[in-house]
């Protein structure tokens, strides 16, 4: 008989499941287990298991004793695919030669046991899955909050983005649908994350799908999934994202870019919550939250016919949107600085910050890729730089316009300008008396001077960017080279 030490650690939760879920049924060993010191769930429900998995329960014991619990596998299989549980199988003996029964394990199971069972080995079984499940989770955890520093969490302090971390708390708290807009690079998939983990479903999965990256022909297999020999090449089932994301949240990223004759099928799945795979007959239920994004004018294609006007009112009932960095003044800092910390960490741990010009380079900088070309531009210092400091050639600025192009007097005071109002406004943080006297002039001629150059502070008359004065200077640019190439 195998010696359990009693030494080991009493904390150690374990979900068990039955998939007939009889609420009279009880595990035959849980006396046992539970004198070992194992704290023992028993949850019926799908509910009851996400809310052990949020009260921190990482280790699952699967009961299947009769023939007839194999057809209520499939109901529980998004479930057991959750990676933030180990599970282990305790099967019933004449199960395991059933060809179900065997794929199921193989699939999805940290480890099995045929039933009747050595209550040691039941617990030493256990005992191993919850182990790795500590191991797992302290690098998982590790790798999360990496993420989070690396591209999974939201900086800032501008007024445009204490807004949208407003509206993110409350409709965290609902369960309506949410459209998320915004230019390309501002953090759209990063606020959906931010809306999942502050809500109800926080423990269940967060399924994310880019609409723009999946092959027309795959979408109806992706989305929905595939019975086994569907089609050719189709050897075993497989779950599609839509079931991946059951109980929890279902991010639909560039939802612009989904094909029109998908867009029907996306709306019947919103309107009855079920869904059947490619290949198969059994409507299956689904009980997600739907966040959708897009970068293009929803409204506007709607008008032109290239997106359903009945998809787009069910899936925008709330707007959020994300704004441009070159709108958000001193969070171009912010976001820089965060961003080197967690760089600087991995490929130059000698650095010590961004140099003065380097600094004043970024916030100049008109931000076309908005955070995703920030974080992209600091990484790529980290690298390279050489000295303690980084430096505008480091980000990569050095390049920006020709030196051999030669710039009108009247183009080239405006450019430096309209840059040096910028730059003073965000190192001011929007405030107008303190630029003004960072630039040596006057409130009523800082005023006029940004009338002018067409530069305002609020952030709804903030989105023409680039400028319109650098706009002028490039398009002359441009017209004389070509005259030049003539």
């Not at 990482?58 to 057991?80: N, P, T, W």
């Not at 030669?97 to 009747?116: D, K, Q, V, W, Y």
């Not at 430096?416 to 003073?424: D, G, K, N, Q, Y």
């Amino acid at each position: 008989m195998l010696h359990i030490s009693d030494s080991a650690s009493t904390n150690q939760t374990v979900m068990v499941l039955r998939p007939s879920s009889p609420v009279e049924s009880r595990c035959a060993y849980s006396h046992i287990l539970r004198n070992h010191g194992l704290t023992l769930v028993e949850c019926n429900t799908h509910d009851a298991a996400y809310r052990a998995m949020a009260n921190g329960c990482r280790v699952g014991l699967l009961i299947i004793d009769e023939h007839a619990e194999l057809s209520q596998l499939d109901k529980y299989e998004s479930l057991v695919n959750n990676n933030q549980i180990a599970w282990v199988g305790l099967v019933a003996q004449g199960l395991i030669s059933t060809p179900r029964m065997r794929e199921f394990i193989g699939e999805h199971l940290f480890n099995f046991i045929t039933t009747p069972a050595d209550p040691d080995h039941i617990i030493l079984t256990l005992r191993h899955a919850w182990g790795m499940a500590v191991i797992r989770d302290g690098h998982t955890g590790l790798q999360e909050r990496a993420q989070a520093s690396d591209g999974l969490s939201m900086v800032g302090n501008s007024p445009q983005m204490q807004r949208l971390f407003n509206q993110i708390q409350k409709v965290a708290r609902t369960e309506a649908s949410v459209l998320i807009t915004g230019p390309s690079g501002t953090g759209k998939e990063i606020a959906a994350l931010s809306i999942h983990r502050q809500s109800a479903r926080a423990a269940a999965p967060f399924v994310a799908v880019n609409c723009g990256a999946i092959a027309p022909q795959l979408f109806q297999s992706e989305l929905f999934g595939y019975e086994k020999g569907a089609f050719t090449g189709a050897s075993q089932r497989k779950i599609g994202r839509i079931e991946a994301a059951q109980g929890g949240t279902l991010f639909l990223d560039e939802i612009g870019d989904m094909p029109f004759d998908m867009q029907v099928n996306l709306l019947r799945f919103l309107q009855e919550k079920t869904i059947e795979r490619v290949g198969g007959t059994d409507s299956i239920g689904i009980d997600v939250r739907i966040i959708a994004a897009t970068h293009i004018d929803l409204a506007e294609a709607v008008r032109q016919g290239a997106f359903r006007e009945d998809l787009y009112y069910r899936i925008n009932v709330i707007c959020l949107e994300t704004p441009p960095l070159a709108d958000r003044g001193q969070d171009i800092e912010d976001i820089a600085k965060h961003y080197f910390t967690r760089f600087a960490k991995v490929h130059n741990r000698s650095l010590r910050g961004f140099s003065k010009a380097a600094m004043n380079a970024m916030l100049s900088h008109s931000w076309p890729g908005n955070v995703r070309e920030l974080v992209n531009r600091v990484q790529r210092a980290t690298v390279m730089a050489e000295g303690r400091f980084i430096q505008p050639s480091d980000l990569g600025f050095e390049n920006q316009m020709e030196q051999s192009q030669i710039v009108s007097l009247e183009d080239a005071r405006a450019l430096a300008e309209s840059t040096a109002i910028r730059r003073a406004l965000s190192q001011a943080r929007n405030q107008i008396s303190r630029a003004a006297s960072l630039l040596g002039v006057s409130r009523v001629t800082l005023y006029r001077l940004m009338e002018k150059y067409d530069i305002r502070t609020e952030a709804s008359a903030c989105a023409s960017s680039p400028p319109a004065v650098r706009r002028r200077v490039l398009v002359n640019l441009e017209a004389r080279a070509s005259e030049r190439a003539r």
